[in-house]
C-alpha cells in the first residue's frame, strides 16, 4: 500500500468460512473505508479482538479497526440483526461511522420463516437467515427496500402483497405490527441510510482506499458455484460492481482467500470430501463450526482445481493461505490435483461435479511454516493457479500472519 491508491477486493475461494474476517481484519488498517456487496446475516466473520472472538454477520469486519462502513445496495439487509450487531460493537467501545444504501433489500421475519419452509422442500441446508427469499421478492420486483422503512404506506402496502404472493396464512398476518416493528429499526438506522453509490465513488475519486469483503465463497455464487446448492447473490468479484455501483476498472487488486484444505456447510457436492474418523479429526483440529448456525462444516481435502477456477473467474492476483497450522503434523498431505469425467481429464471442476473422481497427489508433511515441504506446498498452489501467496495465516489472531 504504502500511499499508493488502492482498491482491494477480498474474495472467498471455496464454499465460504475461509478466514476472511481474520484477513479482513489484519489489512483493514491500510483502508479508509470497509465495505461489503452482497449477502446478508447468513454470513459468519470471526476476528479475535483483544483476546475475544468477534463474529460478524452484517457489518463489514473492517470496522473494528475504526473505518468507515458502507453497506452496499446488493445486500439484504436484516434491519433487527443490523441494530443489534451495531450494538454489540458498540459495547467493545467502538462506534462505527456506517453508511447504508437505500436500495439495499431488507430481510424481515417473513422471509426468514418463507426461508425455513422452503428449505424443508429443496433441502439446500440454508442459514435460515431468510436471504434467499429476500433476492426472489428483489428480482421479482416487489422486495422491500431499505427507503421503504420510512413510508409506512407502501412498507404495509408491500408486506401484504408478499403475504398474497406467497400464499401466507400463518397468524403472522398483522402487517400492521410487522410494519411498526420494521419502522422502529428503520428510525435508529435512519441518519446512516444514504446514497452510497455515491460516496463511495466520491472516496475513489478522491484518493481513499476501499476495502470490498465478500461475503461466502466462488462456489455459493448463484452464477458460478454449486447450483443449486449455492447462496441468492453473486459472491463472486462482478457482485462488487453491481453491489455497491463501483465501476470496474476501480478494482485495483483482487485477493482470493483459501483455506489450507476445503470445508462446506450445508448440502451439494464436496468431491474432495473426507468421512470417518479422519473427517472428525481434521474438523475437531480445525474448529470447523458454523460462524452463524453452528452446525459441524464438512471438510475434505484441498481442491486445486476450484482454487483454479476461482483464481480464473475473479482475476485472483494474491492468494492469502489460511489454517495451515490445521494440517502441520500430519505426515502425508493428500491434494486434489484434476477431474476425471467419464474418462475425460478436467482441470477445472466440471459442471456435473458429482458425476466425476477426484485425482489426487500426495505431498509430505510440515511441522512450522519454515519447513521445505510447506514451501513446496506453497509453490504448488502458485504454479497451479497462477497467483502468488502472499500472505499465509497459521491462527485465528492478526499476529498469526506472514507476509511472503
Ligand atoms: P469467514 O467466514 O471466511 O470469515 O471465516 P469464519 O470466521 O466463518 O471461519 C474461519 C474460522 O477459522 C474462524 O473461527 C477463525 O477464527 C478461524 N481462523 C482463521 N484463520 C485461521 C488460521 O489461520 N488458523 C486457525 N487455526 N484458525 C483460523
Ligand atoms: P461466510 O461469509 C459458509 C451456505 C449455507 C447453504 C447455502 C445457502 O461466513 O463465508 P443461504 O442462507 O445463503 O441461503 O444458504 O450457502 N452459506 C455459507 N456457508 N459460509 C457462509 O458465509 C455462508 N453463507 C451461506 O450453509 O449451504
Ligand atoms: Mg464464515
Given amino acids: 500500500m504504502d500511499g499508493e491508491c488502492m482498491n482491494l477486493a477480498i474474495i472467498g475461494m471455496q464454499f465460504g468460512d475461509e478466514g476472511k474476517g481474520k484477513i479482513v481484519d489484519y489489512l483493514a488498517d491500510n483502508f479508509d473505508a470497509v465495505t461489503r456487496f452482497s449477502g446478508g446475516s447468513n454470513a459468519?466473520?470471526?476476528?479475535?479482538?483483544?483476546?475475544?472472538?468477534?463474529?460478524f454477520h452484517i457489518l463489514p469486519s473492517g470496522v473494528l479497526r475504526g473505518k468507515i462502513a458502507i453497506m452496499g445496495n446488493g445486500m439484504a439487509i436484516n434491519p433487527k440483526k443490523l441494530v443489534e450487531e451495531i450494538n454489540m460493537i458498540e459495547n467493545h467501545g467502538i462506534h462505527p461511522k456506517v453508511f447504508i444504501s437505500s436500495k439495499a433489500h431488507v430481510v424481515t421475519e417473513i422471509h426468514e420463516d418463507l426461508d425455513s419452509e422452503l428449505d424443508k422442500l429443496i433441502k439446500?441446508?440454508?442459514?435460515?437467515?431468510?436471504?434467499?427469499?429476500?433476492?426472489?421478492?428483489?428480482?421479482?420486483?416487489?422486495?422491500?427496500?431499505?427507503?421503504?422503512?420510512?413510508?409506512?404506506?407502501?412498507?404495509?402496502?408491500?408486506?401484504?402483497?408478499?403475504m398474497k404472493l406467497n400464499d401466507i396464512h400463518i397468524e403472522r398476518n398483522d402487517t400492521s405490527t410487522i410494519a411498526s416493528e420494521l419502522m422502529e429499526y428503520g428510525k435508529k438506522i435512519k441518519e446512516m441510510v444514504s446514497d452510497t453509490e455515491i460516496i463511495i465513488n466520491n472516496m475513489i475519486n478522491s484518493g481513499k482506499n476501499i476495502l470490498f469483503e465478500g461475503s461466502q465463497g466462488t462456489f455459493l455464487d448463484v452464477d458460478f458455484g454449486t447450483y443449486p446448492y449455492v447462496t441468492s447473490s453473486n459472491t463472486t468479484v462482478g457482485g462488487i460492481v453491481t453491489g455497491l455501483g463501483v465501476p470496474p476498472k476501480k478494482i485495483d487488486k483482487v485477493m482470493g482467500i483459501a483455506k489450507a484444505y476445503t470445508t462446506r456447510v450445508g448440502?451439494?457436492?464436496?468431491?474432495?470430501?473426507?468421512?470417518?474418523?479422519?473427517?472428525?479429526?481434521?474438523?475437531?483440529?480445525?474448529?470447523?463450526?458454523?460462524?452463524?448456525?453452528?452446525?459441524?462444516?464438512?471438510?475434505?481435502?484441498?481442491?486445486?482445481?476450484?482454487?483454479?477456477?476461482?483464481?480464473?473467474?475473479?482475476?485472483?492476483d494474491e492468494i492469502a493461505l489460511t489454517k495451515v497450522d490445521v494440517l502441520q503434523g500430519y505426515p502425508m498431505i493428500k491434494i486434489g490435483i484434476k477431474y476425471k469425467c467419464h474418462g475425460k481429464e478436467h482441470i477445472y471442476p466440471p459442471p456435473d461435479l458429482h458425476k466425476c473422481e477426484v485425482e489426487y497427489i500426495d505431498i509430505d508433511g510440515w511441522n512450522n511454516i519454515n519447513d521445505e515441504n510447506f514451501k513446496k506446498y506453497i509453490k504448488l498452489i502458485e504454479k497451479e493457479t497462477v497467483a502468488r501467496v502472499t500472505l499465509v495465516s497459521y491462527g485465528p489472531k492478526r499476529e498469526d500472519t506472514v507476509k511472503l
Avoid: S, W
Avoid at 459468519?44 to 463474529?55: L, M, R, S
Fill in 267 to 316: 448440502e451439494g457436492p464436496f468431491p474432495t470430501e473426507v468421512e470417518g474418523e479422519e473427517g472428525k479429526k481434521l474438523r475437531e483440529k480445525g474448529g470447523e463450526y458454523g460462524a452463524t448456525t453452528g452446525r459441524a462444516r464438512r471438510v475434505g481435502y484441498l481442491d486445486l482445481p476450484m482454487l483454479r477456477y476461482a483464481t480464473t473467474i475473479n482475476g485472483i
Fill in 44 to 55: 459468519g466473520h470471526t476476528v479475535i479482538y483483544n483476546g475475544e472472538k468477534i463474529k
Fill in 124 to 162: 439446500i441446508g440454508t442459514t435460515r437467515q431468510g436471504i434467499g427469499p429476500a433476492y426472489y421478492e428483489k428480482y421479482r420486483r416487489t422486495g422491500i427496500r431499505i427507503a421503504d422503512l420510512f413510508n409506512r404506506e407502501i412498507l404495509e402496502k408491500k408486506l401484504k402483497l408478499m
